[in-house]
């Protein structure tokens, strides 16, 4: 089974909205917290959102009130909920099991008129 597998990208307009899924293998998602990350432009993976498994969730201040990570426990699938896109989201974006070295190949996400 491929570890982790994103989905759901596409081209938006700014102001709109997709939503991001990710299907992790059963042994990570039932032992890791989960995170969400995305690669812009620039040389670092940049840190998004993770949901804890207790389900407590953290947000970097670039997306806090815009995005909302979820999870469907019976599914092994994690998603990202994207309002309010603005043309700076445009990136790759890439789920991962923060106890494991495993990335998925990601899913671009492009906000542009």
């Known amino acids: 089974q491929v570890p982790l597998v994103e989905s759901g990208g596409g081209l938006v307009q700014p102001g709109g909205s997709l939503r991001l899924s990710c299907e992790a293998s059963?042994?990570?998602?039932?032992?890791?917290?989960m995170a969400w990350y995305r690669k812009g432009p620039g040389p670092q993976r940049e840190w998004i959102a993770t949901?804890?498994?207790?389900?407590?969730?953290a947000y970097a201040d670039s997306v806090k009130g815009r995005f909302t990570i979820s999870r469907d426990i019976a599914k092994n699938t994690v998603f990202l909920q994207m309002n309010s896109l603005k043309p700076e989201d445009t990136a790759v974006y890439y789920c991962k099991g923060l106890n494991y070295p495993d990335w998925g190949q990601g899913t671009q996400v492009t906000v542009s008129s």
């Open positions: 949901i804890m498994m207790g389900g407590y969730t």
């Open positions: 059963r042994s990570i998602f039932t032992n890791s917290n």
